[in-house]
T-cell receptor, first 114, second 115 residues
Framework: AQKITQTQPGMFVQEKEAVTLDCTYD???????LFWYKQPSSGEMIFLIY??????QNATEGRYSLNFQKARKSANLVISASQLGDSAMYFC???????????FGGGTRLMVKP | EAQVTQNPRYLITVTGKKLTVTCSQN?????MSWYRQDPGLGLRQIYY???????DKGDVPEGYKVSRKEKRNFPLILESPSPNQTSLYFC??????????????FGEGSRLTVL
């Protein structure tokens, strides 16, 4: 079964600085997708970025980029130029392309300091 | 507007009183799923459905039932709720992975308290 690990329960970052949120995954299946979601204090789940296991380039979406290191099975989220509105819980998730389940990590709470 | 709608958003109930949390999506997605979120545990899948009349257990199905009689609806049923089912529940839908990224679209969440 696949597993997602986020080792940072909480992190602080200074406003306007970049921050990296760690995510490692474990699967023996070669075909999968990796996702990051943001959950602000209001509770909704917001999709941020997606990386396919066969994608050659790291995914980027505005200030978000995914540092995908397939051999190390890591999919770290990089947020550039942090903003106060980035304060939230962040979840890494994985879905096997042949599977039916999106598996989530335990989350990282990011707090942006002014 | 593309959305997943769940109701109720907040509910306080008592042990043993059956309840249903409704979920509806307007994106014609084949895949629908229920998750519960508990502090420190992330989101754990309860049940999922690949299509109408096709449902299967996720990681934590005990104490829950689902049905998928129509493509757009996927209600979560707690036949006899217990306090350990106090949680934040999310319904989500997506296309199947081979149809695209398989990104999940989430409802706004339903906070359930069982006394």
């Amino acid at each position: 079964a696949q597993k997602i690990t986020q080792t940072q329960p909480g992190m602080f970052v200074q406003e306007k600085e970049a921050v990296t949120l760690d995510c490692t995954y474990d699967t023996s299946d070669p075909s999968y997708g990796l996702f990051w979601y943001k959950q602000p204090s209001s509770g909704e789940m917001i999709f941020l970025i997606y990386q396919g296991s066969y994608d050659q380039q790291n995914a980027t979406e505005g200030r978000y980029s995914l540092n995908f290191q397939k051999a190390r099975k890591s999919a770290n989220l990089v947020i550039s130029a942090s903003q106060l509105g980035d304060s939230a819980m962040y979840f890494c998730a994985m879905r096997l392309n042949a599977g039916n389940m999106l598996t989530f990590g335990g989350g990282t709470r990011l707090m942006v300091k002014p | 507007e593309a959305q997943v709608t769940q109701n109720p958003r907040y509910l306080i109930t008592v042990t043993g009183k059956k309840l249903t949390v409704t979920c509806s999506q307007n994106m014609n997605h084949e895949y629908m799923s229920w998750y519960r979120q508990d502090p420190g545990l992330g989101l754990r899948q309860i049940y999922y459905s690949m299509n109408v009349e096709v449902t299967d257990k996720g990681d934590v199905p005990e104490g829950y039932k689902v049905s998928r009689k129509e493509k757009r609806n996927f209600p979560l049923i707690l036949e006899s709720p217990s306090p350990n089912q106090t949680s934040l529940y999310f319904c989500a839908s997506s296309r199947l992975p081979y149809q695209g990224t398989g990104e999940l679209f989430f409802g706004e969440g339903s906070r359930l308290t069982v006394l």
